[in-house]
């Protein structure tokens, strides 16, 4: 588990359970980690999309998500497609110019 993890564990611990809350008293300890995880990808999911230039800081997740491009797939597909390979001319059709004088 991830620092960030662990603090979002926390903090829903102390949110649900009160100031004194303690692992010990949670139903599903995995179920709470799964969320904590959740909620730790999604943060640095955010992180990532913004570094990439989408939203700013204010933005919630949900808007920021909404700024990617819906066409992502075939964008990176285009990128990666094979390309046609650029045919030079051969030296002789080059004409003169570069031979020596």
């Known amino acids: 588990m ?9 903090e829903i611990l102390r949110a649900v359970l009160g100031p004194n ?17 959740h909620l730790a990808d ?15 800081g204010s933005r919630s997740f949900l808007e920021l ?4 491009p819906n066409n992502v797939r075939n964008m990176i597909k285009s990128l990666f497609a094979p390309r046609t390979p650029v045919s030079y ?3 002789g059709e080059a004409g003169d110019s570069w031979s020596a004088q």
């Open 2 to 10: 991830s620092k960030i993890t662990n603090i979002y564990q926390a």
């Open 21 to 37: 809350a303690h692992i010990g008293k949670v139903a599903n300890p995995t179920r709470l980690r799964e969320i904590a995880e």
């Open 42 to 56: 999604s943060e640095l999911a955010q992180s990532a999309l913004q570094a990439k230039g989408y939203g700013r």
């Open 65 to 68: 998500t909404r700024e990617v």
């Open 89 to 91: 001319p051969s030296l």
